[in-house]
């Protein structure tokens, strides 16, 4: 197994909690404040080329803060934001032209409820804007969501899908060629060494890597270890370009 590290980094998966903005109490809980600064400050030595701001439970459906994020940021940096299904037209493409690229569906955190117009939502923002759908759900309720999922135009999934148990639905939307963020270390259940070679496995193109700074309600924050397990568990020099840069730049829409 390889043990190199990443030359270039796409980070798929981080958020910032900006407090000039409002922010919502989900489960009674609201996170301190981790900015722009934070951000750069924690990853300042890493490689880290670009990656996808994604909004929190914590800021509902606001893209205020989403939009000062990205334009403090710059080039290589886009967002993926908390919608509901009932968003206008107008209002997809002024977020789209802002640099917005998909729609995160939180169904873990109770932000959307309910799957009935899941497909009918992510065929229309595809058709729309070319968006895709993102979901964070635990793995063990993927039974319903799955063959929805892979009747999807373009989605991803969050954090290995969180529960051990559930790997096996996550291999299925790996094959189906839906991608899977390894991301959130702190939050999942999964064997991630184990999790990160089968999909690389199944999907060569399947993996996204992400920090999930600042690892808010995770056990334990994001470590640059993190990083060598996922290394050491892909075969060689372009699965850990892959994993770490080329698949999230490709399925993002983010120059390397």
Partial sequence: MSQTMPKKIIDAHFHIYNDRYPMIENHGFLPPPFSVEDYQARTADLPIVGGAVVSGSFQGFDQKYLKATLEQMGEGYVGVTNLPSSVSDNRIMELKDMGV???????????????????????RVWDLAGWHLEMYVDSRELDEIVPKLVRLPKASVDHLGMARSGLSQIKRLAEAGIHIKASGFGRTEVDVAEAVSILYDINPECLM????????????????????????????????????????????????
């Fill in 209 to 256: 890597f992400g920090t999930d700074l600042p690892s808010t309600r995770a056990e334990r924050p994001f470590n640059v270890k993190d990083i060598e397990v996922v290394c050491k568990a892909l075969p060689d020099e372009q699965a850990i370009e892959r994993v770490f840069a080329s698949n999230a730049a490709k399925f993002y829409g983010i120059k390397l």
């Fill in 101 to 123: 690229v998909g729609v995160r569906v939180n169904l873990k955190r109770g932000v959307v409820s309910g799957l009935d117009n899941l497909v009918d939502f992510g065929r």
